[in-house]
């Protein structure tokens, strides 16, 4: 049982490595916004709305980010004046 836990581990360590290599905008984005999200998940449903929220804002601008995008430049191409 130890050596399967071990395992799982090392794949979890490899996935994550391999990720923060290549994506590193994403992960630490959709982290951030996930820790924030649990911090205010504590007090009730619709914190647990904000959550994904969170999560989502953090996902983006992680993207933007890995892309080398200005976050505002592409709101104002989705959405012009």
Do not use: H, Y
């Not at 984005?29 to 205010?40: D, I, K, T």
């Not at 969170?54 to 980010?65: E, R």
């Amino acid at each position: 049982m130890k050596e399967f836990w071990r395992r799982i581990g090392q794949r979890a360590t490899d996935f994550l490595s391999v990720r923060l290599e290549e994506q590193p905008g994403r992960l630490i984005g959709a982290a951030c916004g996930l820790l924030l999200g649990l911090f205010v998940i504590l007090v009730g449903f619709w914190q647990a709305v904000a959550v994904c929220l969170f999560v989502f804002i953090g996902l983006f601008l992680g993207k933007c980010w890995d892309e080398g995008e200005n976050p505002l430049a592409w709101l104002q191409r989705r959405w012009p004046k």
